[in-house]
């Protein structure tokens, strides 16, 4: 070593490999950024609870993610899960495109903040009325309600009429369905004078006439100020 600094020469310094920065778990703030933006690598590891919720624009994510919770409700372009994806406490899919995640895939699943079944997801068209009227957890028969929608429950069920008058549509009724341990489900039955189709509109339960219901629906909470030339 002497010999080579005396004629000039210095021994070089071993260089430090740099820390892969990709490999260093991120914030789910940032996360949710790079992911939205189309910026995040294969086997994300992302701090805490990842939440997407609302990107209708999304339409796919890293393989090999790995989070605490993932919220992807209303992500209606997402319509599958990549590979690799390791969530440890659960997923939430209300309103998202995800159709089918397959048997044995391990997740804990969400509707609406509400642990569910494959089945309510992804097999909603076997839900009954009868089901649900036997559920005892309020929660889950909300969800119920929703995923098997407020026609079809109507249809099966029946339900009782508080008020009915006509509008340009024909009649309209103002329905609800009694609980003993939750609110009533209140709807206004309407009929769209272009197109004939039936509408249910859920509507709060204090509702008292479909006037009111349908000023509700419109934005007004006074139904006085309601005037429309045309219901529908």
Not at 19 to 32: D, K, T
Not at 67 to 86: A, R, Y
Request: aromatic share 6%; with cysteine.
């Amino acid at each position: 070593m002497l010999s080579l600094m005396s004629k000039g020469r210095v021994p070089k310094k071993v260089a430090k490999p740099r820390p892969n920065l990709h490999e260093q778990p991120v914030s789910a703030e940032l996360a949710r950024k790079l992911i939205l933006e189309n910026r995040a690598w294969e086997g994300m590891r992302v701090l805490g609870n990842l939440d997407l919720s609302g990107a209708s624009q999304l339409d796919h994510l890293p393989e090999n993610l790995t989070c605490e919770t993932l919220n992807i409700s209303d992500c209606v372009n997402l319509t599958h899960l990549p590979k690799g994806l390791h969530v440890t406490q659960w997923i939430e899919l209300a309103g998202s495109g995800i159709s089918n995640l397959g048997a044995g895939h391990g997740f804990v699943l969400r509707w609406r903040g509400v642990q569910v079944s494959d089945q309510i997801i992804f097999a909603a068209e076997s839900i009954t009325g009868q089901d649900i009227l036997n559920t005892d957890n309020v929660e889950l028969r909300r969800v119920l309600i929703e995923r098997l929608g407020y026609e079809k429950f109507l249809q099966q069920v029946g339900g009782l009429i508080r008020d009915r008058d006509r509008d340009v549509g024909g009649e309209r009724q103002l329905v609800y369905i009694p609980f003993e341990d939750d609110e009533a489900l209140m709807v206004l039955r309407v009929t769209c004078p272009s197109t004939g189709h039936t509408h249910i509109l859920r509507v709060p339960p204090y509702m008292q006439s479909c006037h009111q219901a349908a000023a509700w629906v419109a934005g007004f909470t006074n139904p006085d100020e309601y005037h429309p030339v045309i219901e529908a």
